[in-house]
């Protein structure tokens, strides 16, 4: 398998822009992450799916940000309008809980550096 | 307010030294406790404890979990150059059960390992 895969791998836009990011899980797997980096917050959860339903939101900042899951092989994080606050990593992850939990051996994709000037 | 704190910040040992990093916590319906990896890019999974007083065991990485103590640490025994990496501890807390919560990080542990 590909691992997970993210795109873009970096992304340039102007303050005010709206700002989408793109995430294929591992093949299988039934839970799907997102998260931001920043040297100031570390690492924060945002949302989390399970089979393509949210299931914890709470770490969203602001009604800025959403995401969706139409489908297993595919998610989308979009801010809009973006603020240079949201310059960050974000990462997507996937994992397989089969009874263990969401987070039990989650597999990280390569990030999307975003910066907002 | 929930938080995980970690210590040290940073550390520099050398090749062949045994490490102990560490991982507290203050929150509240505590579910499970992870540890990750983090080098040049994306973290990666290193363990996930729920229960007190087993050990978990990777090769030369180890870790245990008090929940009475509500601390967790991690060992590394003979490290390598290539064990320097940021190490992230985070706790799932979850108030209604079941797979919804959220994740907890502490700030990392930042590891060089000298040759």
């Known amino acids: 398998d590909a691992g997970v895969i993210q795109s873009p791998r970096h992304e340039v836009t102007e303050m005010g822009q709206e700002v989408t990011l793109r995430c294929k899980p591992i093949?299988?797997?039934?839970?799907l992450f997102w998260y931001r980096q920043t040297m100031m917050r570390g690492l924060e959860l945002l949302i989390y799916?399970?089979?393509?339903?949210?299931?914890?939101d709470s770490g969203m900042p602001e009604d800025r940000f959403s995401a969706k899951m139409p489908n297993a092989s595919f998610s989308t994080l979009k801010i809009q309008p973006s603020e240079p606050r949201d310059s960050a990593v974000y990462f997507c992850?996937?994992?397989?809980?089969?009874?263990?939990?969401?987070?039990?051996?989650?597999?990280f994709g390569p990030g999307t550096r975003l910066t907002v000037t | 307010e929930d938080k995980v704190v970690q210590s040290p910040l940073s550390l520099v040992v050398h090749e062949g030294d045994t490490v102990t990093l560490n991982c507290s916590y203050e929150?509240?319906?505590?579910?499970?406790l992870l540890w990750y990896k983090q080098e040049k890019k994306a973290p990666t999974f290193l363990f996930m404890l729920?229960?007190?007083?087993i050990e978990k065991k990777s090769g030369r990485l180890s870790s245990i979990l008090d929940k009475k103590e509500l601390f967790s640490i991690l060992n590394i025994t003979a490290t390598q150059t290539g064990d320097s990496a940021i190490y992230l501890c985070?706790?799932?807390?979850?108030?209604?059960?079941?797979?919804?919560?959220?994740?907890?990080f502490g700030k990392g542990t930042k590891l060089s390992v000298k040759p």
């Open positions: 992850a996937s994992s397989f809980a089969s009874g263990t939990g969401p987070f039990y051996e989650q597999y």
């Open positions: 093949s299988g797997h039934d839970y």
């Open positions: 799916f399970n089979n393509n339903v949210p299931i914890d």
């Open positions: 929150v509240t319906n505590f579910r499970s």
């Open positions: 729920t229960s007190s007083g």
């Open positions: 985070a706790v799932f807390v979850s108030v209604y059960g079941g797979s919804q919560g959220n994740l907890i």
